[in-house]
């Protein structure tokens, strides 16, 4: 039997009772293009097809060079994973923690 502990928690997680849950985070640079049809006549589909070669290839080239790519896998509770829905990315933790205005 796998043992599961919640990540955010740190309680046991009895996957047999409970559904315990998995979360996968990914984060990578972004690659923008420039898109440019100012003439007409021209093969336009045939340009999309090269730009999206062109963005392909600039990214791979990027993540090569810069190696920024991270991806991150925790384990939670049901609680932990329904305060996590509510707010995934922690935004109002600091008014959840009520600070003083000291």
Known sequence: MIHYRC???KRDCNCQQDTCYEVHFEARP????EIAFTEEGRDHLLELHE???DIESREAEL???TQTT???QFQLCPECYKQFLQNPLGQ???RLLRFSAN
């Open 51 to 53: 730009l999206l070669g």
């Open 63 to 65: 993540l090569a060079a």
């Open 7 to 9: 990540d955010r928690c």
């Open 70 to 72: 991270t991806s991150n």
């Open 92 to 94: 109002n933790a600091r």
């Open 30 to 33: 972004v690659v923008q293009a």
